[in-house]
């Protein structure tokens, strides 16, 4: 579809009549430039007025507050029709047509009552000529050349189209997706013609049965239905399962990339957990040292006494010298017991004068209740010379392994301190992160059972579907027996034969074609966004279920992450790519793409990108563009891309715009606009 | 109604269709146009299918007859 000339009479703020030529071929870009309330909104409605007969845009919020029809038009002619009046001049399959519709309305008052007139619609001659076009009704015509289930993908209101609008809940946005891609790629009328074939066939195979009679036939079929009817039922609540199951790793995916984010809070806490340990450890050890250096210094008290032993140990000896006991009584018993001297083993037999004497040293012994403890003092002290340097040595290592224990607490005090003073930054997070991790535990446990109970019931449909199918056979067996509905089998057989390979024919190019979408819209997003963020992102993935991921290096999806600007460019790539596959074989897909303030939302490296590419990846592009989305440097775009092939202003003076057309860009200028 | 007014189908399922049943792919790529096309109803587009198969099986047998 090309369109080619649209007009308009007292439409909204464009009084009296106006017109605009878009561009196309090799110059198929066609600028509206206006500030805002200028009227470029206006063209978009006229569009769509002309074309579906809507009053109204998805940006409305109150029908009530929206006139069609120029307000002073009606003020000039109160209590008469005044009727608004859009005509468009198009191009489809090498066939030029005209389409004209009105709203007529009457002021009365303060209200204005509308009405809308039925669209006309012309085939334009070769001679300029106008044909009625009468083949179908009009609207019918339209919805065939764009469906109005996708109509949106094409006229994009760059301010409401975002395919990923997290407005919308996900069941409205993976519908809309699928709608998209199934019409477009036709994998829809696919499906509908196989269930269309299913039902002749079960039909065929009712006619069959009735015909031939047979109790057999009849029993079989009971069963087979009561089967279907069993799929159907586990069919159904499989749907409502994969479905569950799908919001429920959404849920897992937007928790991980949470839980990635926080990442750096949980690995603070893994240190800390850590240098906890470290300190535990170290405290214990702290305990053993303080029982060395008990024991240490119990052993240690009597190397106190050391210097006054030595000092004394002359007068100790003195002593023993003086006492009569200097031998022990021990000693001088021991002798006699033995008869042999205990000091030099002379024979001490008894009766000998040796004997004797000892006995006398014996009886008249008085021990000196000093001696046996000075004996102690200076075996004592005698010990204690050696022990000194070692015990010293000894002292100083334990207590420089208590200082350095001492010291290795503190630094893991003062360590843990730090880390958890950096936590702090994150203190709302740390919280989150427990409850995050909680629940992607219990949704990562509930897919799990989501999975079991998926496989259950799939097995369930493979069994029955088995089942059915054998009966289908031994039906098919039956019923080849008649003569007289051989003709209805082979009818039959067909249709079967036809059903399956319309099946395979679906498999396959669903598979193919999703794959060639995902790889067409990665390439072209990432012709289109920033550089810098284009290394980000490594795939776009599409599912059996039409749900679209984008993930990034480390395999995460990451389409809600993206900001505004970067899913509005997501959304054009999938559209254009969308558009490139469905139009293989089919020139007619090839629908203009009309977008009002595209750019906005986008930096201008993705101006940039959007200017360069897209007037090659599709039939025409038509911007409404407000004056601040205009700047010098996309006026020197548009020159160096030399793609413009129509250019307008907007005006607007007390309240009503007119419409001032440029040849060149180079004759546009906007200062003091 | 002319070829041109027809829906047209996507380049790769007329080929996968052609290449799984060169005989009768006309037929599978005429029907489905019709299903897509919203001028046609279904009901419309089943008896198409269904009086071009019975001239198949006609055909299929008369093959038979003069075989014998």
Known sequence: ???????????????????????????????????????????????????????????????????????????????????SKVELIFEYNNENYLIKREIVGIKSGNKTKTKKTEPELYIIETQGELSP?????????????????????????????????????????????????????????????????DKLKRNKQR????????????????????????????????????????????????????????????????????KRIILNKNKENRGLHKEKISEKLKEGIQLLGKDILLKNEQNFRDYLDKSSDNIPL???????????????????????????????????????????IINDILTTSSNLGPRVIPYKRDVEKLLKELAANQNDIYETQLAIETLEEQIKEYASNVDNLTILEKQLKDFEKDSKDYSEK???????????????????????????????????NALKQYLDDFKTILEDTMKEYSYTITLELSDEIYDTFMNLLDKKDSINYK????????????????????IQDLSMGQSQIFTLAFILSLAKLASKGRNEINFPLFMDTPFARLSRENRNNLIKNIPSLTNQWILLLSDTEFT?????????????????????????????????????????? | ??????????????????????????????????????????????????????????????????DN
């Not at chain 1, 065939?144 to 409205?172: G, H, N, V, W, Y």
């Open chain 1, 1 to 83: 579809m090309i369109i080619k000339l649209i007009k308009f009479s007292d439409f909204r703020q464009f009084y009296g009549e106006h017109e605009i030529d878009f561009g196309i071929g090799n110059k198929n870009t066609t600028l509206i430039i206006g500030a805002n309330g200028n009227g470029k909104t206006g063209i978009f409605r006229a569009l769509m007025f002309v074309l579906y007969g809507d009053t109204l845009l998805d940006q409305d919020n109150d029908a009530a507050d929206i006139n069609i029809i120029n307000l002073d038009k009606l003020d000039e002619n109160k209590n008469s029709p005044v009727k």
């Open chain 1, 632 to 673: 010098s440097n996309e006026k020197e775009l548009f020159e160096k891309y030399n793609q413009v092939g129509k250019l307008y202003l907007l005006n607007n003076y007390e309240g009503r715009t007119t419409i001032e057309a440029y040849n060149k860009l180079s004759e546009l200028d906007l200062e003091g606009y």
């Open chain 1, 330 to 372: 021990a000693l001088l018993e021991q002798s006699v017991d033995q008869d042999s001297c205990a000091l030099c083993k002379a024979d001490v037999k008894k009766g000998s004068v040796q004997y004797f004497s000892i006995k006398k040293l014996i009886d008249n012994y008085k021990s000196s209740e000093l001696t046996p």
């Open chain 1, 207 to 274: 006619e069959i049965n009735k015909q031939v009679n047979s109790k057999d036939i009849d029993d079989k079929s009971r069963e087979k239905e009561e089967l279907q009817d069993k799929v159907k039922e586990y069919e159904g609540a499989l749907e409502i399962l994969r479905r569950e199951k799908r919001d429920i790793d959404t849920e897992i995916s937007a928790i991980q990339i949470e839980l990635s984010k926080n990442n750096e809070i949980k690995e603070l806490q893994d240190k800390i957990t850590d």
């Open chain 1, 133 to 197: 076009y009468t083949k179908e009704p009009v609207q019918l015509f339209i919805n065939r050349i764009l469906d109005p289930k996708i109509r949106e993908f094409f006229f994009f209101d760059a301010e409401r189209m975002q395919l990923l609008d997290t407005t919308k809940s996900k069941k409205s946005l993976s519908e809309e997706i699928q709608e998209g891609i199934t019409r477009l790629l036709q994998i829809k009328y696919l499906q509908e013609a196989i269930n269309e074939l």
């Open chain 1, 539 to 558: 795939e776009v993935t599409i599912n059996d279920k039409f749900e679209i991921k984008l993930m990034n290096r480390i395999d995460q999806n990451v």
């Open chain 1, 454 to 488: 998926i496989s259950i019931n799939e097995s369930q449909i493979q069994l029955r579907n088995d089942k059915i199918e054998s009966i289908d056979k031994e039906i098919e067996e039956l019923t080849s027996k008649f003569v007289k509905v051989k003709k209805d």
């Open chain 2, 1 to 66: 109604m002319k070829m041109e007014d027809t829906m047209k189908l996507q380049s790769d399922i007329i080929n996968l269709i052609k290449e799984k049943t060169p005989q009768y792919s006309d037929t599978l790529i005429s029907y489905i146009q019709d299903i897509e096309d919203n001028r046609v109803s279904n009901s419309n587009a089943n008896e198409r299918l269904m009086s071009n198969i019975e001239r198949m099986v006609l055909e299929e047998n008369r093959g038979e007859a003069s």
